[in-house]
């Protein structure tokens, strides 16, 4: 317990040094047309991640949502 709080700490205000070419995010379901706790906080982490990024044309071209259902790009 003590491992995965510090992990999320430490992920959570670590900048991103190299550059990234995409970024995958894993479902995790949606509630009454909302995101569910998970998916909201992978979101937002994609989110930041993608802002980290200096230059979005040259570095992480694609953001992907794997919805289990019918994923597209």
Do not use: E, N, W
């Not at 569910?36 to 993608?50: E, G, V």
Request: with cysteine; aromatic share 2%; glycine share 4%.
């Amino acid at each position: 317990m003590i491992f995965a709080v510090y992990l999320a700490q430490h992920i959570a205000t670590t900048q991103l040094k190299a550059p990234v070419h995409a970024i995958i995010v894993l479902g995790s379901g949606i509630q009454a047309d909302q995101p569910t706790p998970t998916l909201k906080q992978r979101l937002d982490t994609s989110a930041s991640i993608a802002k980290q990024q200096t230059d979005m044309r040259s570095h992480c071209k694609k953001i992907r949502l794997s919805t289990g259902l019918h994923d597209q790009c």
